[in-house]
């Protein structure tokens, strides 16, 4: 990521919703930012995590450090305060395997998770484990206290199995992680919170999650990346509609001959090998397979393939 977005709450207590990444750049930045509002990283008292993915918790143990401050996090996110080395190796995991059971050694997509990538090795450069005596776990249902108002918080799963957001029903705001943006979030690959061993299938839970959000009539989205912005249910209903455009253009292609993951993203993806990408035909796959259009079955290699229900029609 470019950026990420960390929200500074100065009274009651100076608290920050989410803290970067742990690097020198996203270190310096908050330092500055803070200064600029007459405060150091050693007068913050809190931080409340909004998911469980390095840009928005891996530098919070620095803060702690310095600041000694308390870590809130959902009953989601709670474990991965003091775990996430051996959370992350069993979130890798699920990744490689979701990735190898898609596409064959030949594939060119093979090779960025059969083998140590970089990707998964540097991730823990940037994202260090919080003492327990400095993390704090919240459940969803009490809310939480951020800026001296009650926030709601409402499980938001879809781009990450752990993701929470926050809304304020006077003012109608939402702090809305990685849920609400101005770009639409994609679906990554994890472990289901309530099924553990389980992969969530992250498209269809993003679908839910943007009707939920919808009917909260949100005033005004704080994002966990770019600008704030007000025009939320129509940024909903674009990036619903465009969902629903690539997930129809999959099932056409299943229904002419494209059976199997490699081809169907070299269809939809033409020479566009990055992550986002990969994950985001995954999630089309899941969302068609979860509405009854499509089956999937293992070759003789243990490769899925993929099928079109008769009788159905998108
Ligand atoms: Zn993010």
Redesign the pocket.
């Known amino acids: 990521?470019k950026s990420?977005n960390s929200w500074l709450f100065k009274d009651p207590i100076p608290t920050l919703v989410d803290c970067g990444e742990y690097t020198a750049d996203s270190w310096d930045t908050l330092k500055m930012q803070l200064k600029t509002h007459g405060l150091e990283i050693k007068d913050i008292q809190k931080i409340v995590i909004t998911h469980a993915?390095v840009?928005?918790m891996g530098m919070a143990n620095q803060v702690v450090q310095e600041s000694g401050a308390t870590v809130y996090l959902s009953e989601y996110a709670f474990p991965w305060g003091e775990h996430v080395n051996e959370l992350w190796a069993s979130r890798s995991q699920i990744i490689k395997e979701t990735f190898l059971k898609l596409v064959g050694p030949e594939s060119p997509i093979h090779g960025m998770f059969s083998t140590g990538q970089s990707f998964f090795n540097s991730m823990l450069s940037m994202w260090e484990p919080i003492p327990k005596d400095h993390v704090v776990k919240f459940e969803s249902k009490d809310g939480i206290d951020i800026g001296g108002r009650h926030w709601e918080v409402i499980y938001a799963p879809g781009h990450s199995s752990t993701q929470t957001v926050f809304f304020d029903s006077d003012s109608r705001h939402l702090l809305s992680a990685?849920m609400l943006l101005n770009i639409a979030p994609t679906p990554v690959i994890e472990i289901d919170p309530l099924q553990p061993g389980t992969r969530q299938p992250g498209l269809p839970k993003l679908i839910e999650s943007f009707s939920n959000m919808k009917a909260l009539n949100v005033s005004k989205a704080f994002p966990?990346?770019y600008d704030a912005f007000e025009d939320v249910n129509e940024t909903i209903d674009r990036q619903l509609k465009r969902i629903e455009m690539r997930t129809q253009h999959c099932y056409t292609l299943i229904k002419e001959g494209s059976h199997d993951y490699n081809s169907l993203f070299l269809n939809m993806y033409p020479n566009r090998i990055h992550f986002p990408a990969l994950v985001m035909m995954i999630g089309y796959l899941d969302v068609l397979e979860e509405r009854g259009l499509i089956s999937k079955e293992k070759d003789e290699q243990g490769i899925f393939r993929f099928e079109a229900l008769p009788h159905q029609s998108f």
């Open positions: 990521m990420v993915h840009d928005h990685d966990g990346h």
